[in-house]
């Protein structure tokens, strides 16, 4: 599929082709929804604990003797029914973290480049190289590119101008190709590419699929 490549003001400066097996297939939502919610489930901190009652502090010693005062037969004041002893069952820290496997993934990102190209919502621009470290110059250009809501901008990580300039626009990302993921994709409106990033987007996924093809 060919794309219209644009300059800085939104005028356009050729095409490009586009690898449909990537910005073309078909949008699979189980697929995104299974990988979305293991990169969700990853970042969970998983640091909430309690203290049982082997981890209390207070003696051990039986209370009271066993029969003949009338209460409930108890051998130490951590027990989880006393004030200040331990919880039952209560959460440990523990990983939530866990990965699908590669292809699932590598699918998932598929569905989720095709999505923004089938929405209108992918923009892809010859070069975002600024003359200066200026936020306020990066964010008149995002107004001109028609993206100014949300979005995830995709170029070389050698690309410092447009690093810097973007670190003070909360609601605009600047990824480079190695660093597309699902979950970035997913929250933010728009998708904005460099050539050169498509270049190395789609290289990309053809190492994945040359590397599928020698484990098979």
């Known amino acids: 599929m060919k794309a219209t490549v644009y300059n800085l003001n939104r005028e356009s400066a050729g095409e490009i082709e586009l690898d449909d097996a990537i910005f073309g297939a078909e949008v699979n939502e189980d697929l ?76 998932a990102l598929r569905s989720a480049l095709s999505l923004k190209a089938k929405e209108g919502r992918l923009t ?31 170029d070389d990580l050698s690309n410092e101008n447009l690093r810097l300039s973007a670190r003070n626009l909360a609601t605009h990302l600047v990824l480079p190709p190695e660093g597309v993921n699902l979950y970035d994709l997913l929250r933010h409106e728009h998708l904005v590419l460099t050539k050169s990033a498509v270049e190395a987007l789609q290289a990309r996924f053809a190492k994945k699929n040359g590397a599928a093809q020698g484990e098979d």
């Not at 998983?46 to 981890?55: D, E, I, L, M």
């Not at 003696?59 to 006393?82: C, D, E, L, V, W």
């Open 124 to 154: 892809i621009v010859d070069t975002l190289e600024l003359d200066a470290i200026k936020t306020k110059a990066l964010a008149a250009v995002f107004g001109r590119l028609e993206v100014g809501t949300s979005a995830v901008v995709v």
């Open 32 to 107: 995104l929804y299974e990988v979305l919610k293991a990169q969700l489930a990853s970042k969970r901190q998983g640091t909430s604990t309690v203290k049982n009652r082997a981890a209390r502090r207070g003696s051990s010693k039986k209370i009271y003797r066993q029969k003949g005062t009338g209460n409930a037969r108890h051998g130490s004041i951590r027990a989880p029914i006393f004030r200040g002893g331990g919880i039952a069952h209560g959460p440990k820290s523990r990983s939530y973290a866990y990965r699908p496997p590669r292809k699932m993934r590598a699918g």
